[in-house]
């Protein structure tokens, strides 16, 4: 049974956008919580904000990039943000890095960005393939070395260090030794156009554009049929609920082996394109929307 106490008084709302802050689109692609606050939100066609001293301010990148895609925070308290047609960009310490095409990359569009357990850093293109940076030196792969499809959308580390890239049209792949294997519809999952992926020491929750959201139970792959495809977002918060963000319907919570399904209809949510979940460590919840930033309290 899926439902949402949209009537709690504890539950808490509020919305970040272009009425109350100094955004300039309410087109979010990704946040990044720190010091458990929203602080880095990046936008669809207006590029880069960042909360200082409870103010919004744009952040101009240095070489233009208004379309991001990616922010991740790495382990320095860096921020590498991949943009559309711009390349990667690294933020640290007030000082910036350009990654493109003059640097070697093969593609300026940065679907996303995974610095890994030894420090390389690891740039999946929307088309073509994907880059390594270990020491200053970039290799990269596509179909002609392994890649099971151009268009790259993630890269996730497992826990033996393999590293899980998704795709849109060939499902999954592990590079581990200089060796791929590969994971898609033929094995059991309902889709190849991979989108979020939670990892143990296998894939253990895949979610995908066009098969819905899937579970390795340790034996066989089984669809969850409460939630509704598109699935964009896999994550687990601090008291280990597990979020499902989709684009066009809603939110979905998994609290105690059931399901709850917060929309615009049902919540404050203020839209149903949920591309981005991020959790602070008191309990708040995040969302990034196509109309702005919702922090959620109540659980």
Same mark, same amino acid.
């Given at each position: 049974?899926?439902?949402?106490?949209?009537?709690?008084?504890?539950?808490?709302?509020?919305?970040?956008?272009?009425?109350?802050? $100094?955004?300039?689109?309410?087109?979010?692609?990704?946040?990044?919580?720190?010091?458990?606050?929203?602080?880095?939100?990046?936008?669809?066609?207006?590029?880069?904000?960042?909360?200082?001293? /409870?103010?919004?301010?744009?952040?101009?990148?240095?070489?233009?990039?208004?379309?991001?895609? &990616?922010?991740?925070?790495?382990?320095?308290?860096?921020?590498?943000? !991949?943009?559309?047609?711009?390349? $990667?960009?690294?933020?640290?310490?007030?000082?910036?890095?350009?990654?493109?095409?003059?640097?070697?990359? %093969?593609?300026?569009?940065?679907?996303?960005?995974?610095?890994?357990?030894?420090?390389? %850093?690891?740039?999946?293109?929307?088309?073509?393939?994907?880059?390594?940076?270990?020491?200053?030196?970039?290799?990269?792969? /596509?179909?002609?070395?392994?890649?099971?499809?151009?268009?790259? +959308?993630?890269?996730?580390?497992?826990?033996?260090?393999?590293?899980?890239?998704?795709?849109?049209?060939? !499902?999954?792949?592990?590079?581990?030794?200089?060796?791929?294997?590969?994971? /898609?519809?033929?094995? !059991?999952?309902?889709?190849?156009?991979?989108?979020?992926?939670?990892?143990?020491?296998?894939?253990?929750?895949?979610? +995908?554009?066009?098969?819905?959201?899937?579970?390795?139970?340790?034996?066989?792959?089984?669809?969850?049929?409460?939630?509704?495809?598109?699935?964009?977002? &896999?994550?687990?918060?601090?008291?280990?609920?597990?979020?499902?963000?989709?684009? !066009?319907?809603?939110?979905?919570?998994?609290?105690?082996?059931?399901?709850?399904?917060? +929309?615009?209809?049902?919540?404050?949510?203020?839209?149903?394109?949920?591309?981005?979940? $991020?959790?602070?460590?008191?309990?708040?919840?995040?969302?990034? +929307?196509?109309?702005?930033?919702?922090?959620?309290?109540?659980?």
């Amino acid at each position: 049974m899926i439902f949402f106490t949209g009537c709690s008084k504890k539950q808490q709302w509020k919305i970040y956008n272009t009425k109350n802050t $100094a955004l300039s689109t309410d087109l979010i692609r990704q946040i990044i919580i720190r010091d458990d606050s929203l602080q880095w939100i990046g936008t669809y066609g207006e590029g880069l904000f960042r909360k200082t001293n /409870n103010t919004w301010e744009r952040v101009n990148l240095p070489f233009g990039g208004r379309y991001i895609l &990616t922010l991740v925070a790495d382990s320095n308290d860096g921020l590498w943000i !991949g943009t559309a047609r711009k390349g $990667a960009y690294y933020y640290s310490k007030n000082k910036w890095k350009h990654v493109n095409s003059d640097s070697g990359l %093969t593609d300026n569009n940065v679907w996303h960005i995974l610095e890994d357990s030894r420090r390389n %850093t690891w740039f999946c293109s929307r088309y073509k393939g994907i880059c390594r940076v270990v020491s200053d030196s970039m290799m990269c792969y /596509n179909m002609k070395n392994g890649l099971p499809d151009r268009q790259v +959308t993630l890269a996730v580390e497992d826990s033996k260090g393999g590293i899980w890239f998704g795709t849109v049209r060939g !499902g999954l792949c592990r590079y581990s030794n200089g060796q791929f294997e590969y994971l /898609n519809t033929k094995h !059991g999952i309902k889709g190849n156009y991979i989108r979020t992926l939670i990892c143990d020491s296998i894939p253990r929750w895949v979610g +995908t554009w066009d098969g819905g959201l899937n579970y390795f139970t340790g034996e066989k792959w089984v669809l969850i049929d409460e939630i509704k495809k598109p699935v964009v977002f &896999t994550g687990f918060d601090k008291s280990g609920y597990l979020w499902i963000g989709t684009w !066009g319907k809603g939110v979905y919570v998994k609290r105690n082996d059931k399901w709850d399904h917060i +929309t615009k209809s049902n919540s404050k949510l203020p839209n149903d394109f949920v591309i981005d979940i $991020a959790f602070d460590s008191r309990g708040n919840v995040y969302f990034a +929307t196509s109309k702005g930033v919702a922090r959620y309290s109540g659980f």
